[in-house]
């Protein structure tokens, strides 16, 4: 030790540098440990989903339970004829559990608080409560059993909106949409928009195409679980709406709220044996036309000239499950390229 303690004294510089290299390793040695450690807590590697006790992997998933338009007779779609793009789909999709789409009396305070609404609700009945703000010039209507929320604003612009321009395009609509369901908490964080109306008037009842000459405008949003759209029956796929004023104020938000989980992915089928089943008449008709009317003469032949993924929320097995959603025209003996939607459900 005094050997190593008189090199040292006599050789200065080496040491300093002897001494950096000890240190960075060191240091080196410190963050692997707690990396690695980290890793095992989950905190820096991808967590593993805790999967409902019930749930046995690899066990089967109900078949989703598909309505066929009102409107149809049968569900054949005649002679088919693809005209399809070429596509691209993921192999497998994870299998949600869904929670169901109710939402307890803190869960909805705590959206209330998120809109600046901090004061007791009302309560109505045991599934419905009304929170007002103090000047009552915004209300957050819950109901518990559903799920269902529909927030109003009437107040003036204020301070804080100073940031917003008049809306001129559907960029600017675009804009305030998204900033607003950014601000949301506890909810918008899975919605994208999907159809954008432009109104006239003081009901939302008039559609025009000039947005420079509205009044209003409508949006209605779709919710995405991992960047494929979540549809519902009867070809729709709105889980939200927003109504906002040329100032870019958002006056009216309506919104689902549901839970759900992720399980476990299932293989799909390819988008060639998908064709051979819609060819074989296994997919449902959910849409034809506006859905309205009855007793639509059988289908001479189908057009489809688009195919997506989705998942599909039937209400009914509790299950989000991927679906192929072939859209085209149809005619019969007494229409002729009439809009036509098709689920296909997709699990192997």
């Known amino acids: 030790m005094t050997k190593i303690f008189y090199f040292l004294l006599i050789h200065?510089?080496?040491?300093?540098?002897?001494i950096f290299i000890l240190f960075v390793i060191t240091a080196s040695l410190i963050g692997m440990s707690v990396r690695n450690k980290r890793d095992n807590q989950g905190i820096l590697a991808t967590p593993t989903p805790v999967l409902p006790s019930n749930f046995v992997p690899g066990s089967k998933i109900p078949t989703p339970v598909i309505k066929r338009a009102p409107s149809l007779q049968?569900?054949?779609?005649?002679?088919?004829?693809?005209?399809?793009?070429t596509v691209s789909f993921p192999a497998d999709l994870t299998i949600y559990k869904t929670e169901g789409s109710g939402i307890d009396q803190t869960?909805?305070?705590?959206?209330?608080?998120?809109?600046?609404?901090?004061?007791t609700p009302q309560t109505i009945n045991p599934n419905l409560y009304v929170w007002n703000s103090e000047d009552r010039m915004k209300s957050l209507t819950v109901y518990l059993d559903s799920g269902l929320l529909i927030y109003t604003n009437a107040q003036a612009r204020g301070k804080e909106d100073a940031s917003i321009v008049s809306i001129k395009s559907d960029d600017d609509i675009k804009k305030?949409?998204?900033?607003?369901?950014?601000?949301?908490?506890?909810?918008?964080?899975?919605?994208?928009?999907?159809?954008?109306?432009?109104?006239?008037?003081?009901?939302?009842?008039?559609?025009?195409?000039?947005?420079?000459?509205?009044?209003?405008?409508?949006?209605?949003?779709?919710?995405?679980?991992?960047?494929?759209?979540?549809?519902?029956q009867y070809g729709t796929s709105s889980s939200a709406s927003i109504i906002m004023d040329t100032l870019g104020m958002v006056r009216r938000f309506s919104y689902v709220f549901i839970s759900y989980q992720g399980l476990e992915k299932r293989l799909l089928l390819s988008i060639e044996e998908a064709e051979r089943k819609i060819q074989n008449g296994e997919g449902i008709i959910v849409s034809y036309g506006d859905n309205q009317g009855a007793n639509i003469p059988p289908l001479l032949s189908t057009n489809i000239n688009s195919v997506s993924i989705a998942y599909l929320d039937d209400r009914t097995t509790g299950f989000l499950v991927p679906i192929f959603v072939f859209t085209g025209t149809s005619n019969s003996t007494t229409t002729t390229n009439v809009p036509i939607t098709t689920y296909l459900p997709a699990m192997r």
């Open 12 to 18: 200065k510089k080496t040491s300093l540098f002897l």
């Open 74 to 85: 049968t569900n054949k779609l005649g002679t088919v004829i693809f005209s399809l793009p």
């Open 107 to 119: 869960q909805a305070q705590n959206i209330a608080n998120s809109f600046s609404i901090n004061i």
């Open 176 to 232: 305030v949409t998204n900033d607003f369901l950014q601000k949301q908490r506890y909810l918008g964080k899975n919605l994208v928009i999907n159809k954008i109306l432009y109104h006239r008037g003081e009901e939302q009842s008039s559609t025009i195409r000039d947005p420079s000459s509205a009044t209003s405008f409508e949006l209605t949003l779709k919710r995405v679980l991992n960047n494929v759209p979540l549809f519902y």
